[in-house]
């Protein structure tokens, strides 16, 4: 049995490590597979055969849509350039000349967080927010003089934080604790909006502790090197109301008329199509449409070979008994809960795929304690996305490629946002549940 526990952290390890050094998901998770079923004297036929590639499977018929039309929606936001003027009015609307320097530094991680978390919101992955407001976040930290290795924290506090995790948001992290638990989009109403208020103070707050002390010791914005790129200001963009108002239709589709989520993001593309299309460059939506599906599908098949990775763990007895051992563990539900969901999702290196493989574990065993679903709902979301932004998370390397800073440079402030931060508005979200089940 020991040698079965060893073997599935190792699986974890090796396929952690071949991604972090840039191979393809794919074939880091048949890498990591193959160690599982070898030192868990499986059959590696079988454990290919029977379990990865139907994990996949499982959840490619179950999440394709969602992930296909969410990239659509994205490549629209991209190719008109409504991504780029929700981020450039939200900028100009709080940055004023008359902040001193610190409540400029804040208000400037206020505002590329708020951005961020709004994209995401409407529907956009994080991936493509990274590109559109990266010349926008450049520009903001030229401004206020904050030293560049910051910039990454700053983009991704929105995007993998608790636009995730609000009530009502189409994403992931959202939907699949609502199709397992068959909860509502707006489970936990309450608790996730204040729990998203506590986690935006505490990104701003610790994240310009850090600047600060990187100021102190002499860091600085270097705009002959930083500046590697600008904001295209002379593109024809579609106004604000019409950037936000593909937004406004995702919500009520999906939260106040109850539209499955893949019906919602695909007539929301639809919409977004006709409501822009003469924004989109040479009016082509050919090559827009052929863009989003290549993401769409590049992004579930990257979640997919996860699962059909972890498929492949969970089929081993040492897996159950690591499992056992944390059911069992002798300590509230509610913080129970959060370390089991967390846990997954840190071996998993995603929020999504973590929750997918740990709820249906874990809640049933955390409900029979008594704690309602809404409140396993809201609680799993925001603990979700405490430990899924190690190194080796796809969003992360790619995030820190793009806007040209070395992870080592950059995840320090990334671990602090994404880590620290989330994990006081979890515990807070979890408070409220416990103390104030009425709220839920």
Known sequence: MTLGIIGCLLGFIVMGVLTYRGWHIAIASIAGALIVALLNSMSVTNAYLEGYLPGMGGFLSTYFGQFLFGALLAEIYSATGAGLTVALGISRFFIRDSLTESQKRRMVLFVLIIISAALEFAGVGASLIVMVIYPVALSLFRLADIPKRYIVAAILGGCLG???DLPGSPQPGNTIPMKILETSSTA???????GAVVEIIAMVLLLSLVINRGIKRGERFHPEVDMDRAVDEGKKRPHMWKALLPVAVLFVLFNILKWDINISLAATCTFSVMLLYRYFPGRDIKSMAGRGIA??????????????????????????SIVDS??????????LLIVCVSFMCMLCGGSATGQAIALPIISPVIKAAGVSAEAVHRISSFAGAILDTMPYAGTVVMAHAYAKVRISDGYP????????????STFTVTAICALFPALV
């Open 188 to 194: 936990g109403l309450v608790p996730g909006i204040i």
């Open 326 to 335: 944390l059911v069992h563990l002798d300590m509230n539900p509610y913080v």
């Open 162 to 164: 608790f636009a995730n």
């Open 295 to 320: 993401q769409g599908v590049t992004a579930t098949i990257s979640i997919c070979a996860v699962i059909g990775f972890s498929t492949v763990v969970q089929n081993t007895a040492a897996f159950q």
């Open 413 to 424: 402030a990334v671990f602090v946002i994404s880590v620290i931060a989330t994990a006081i």
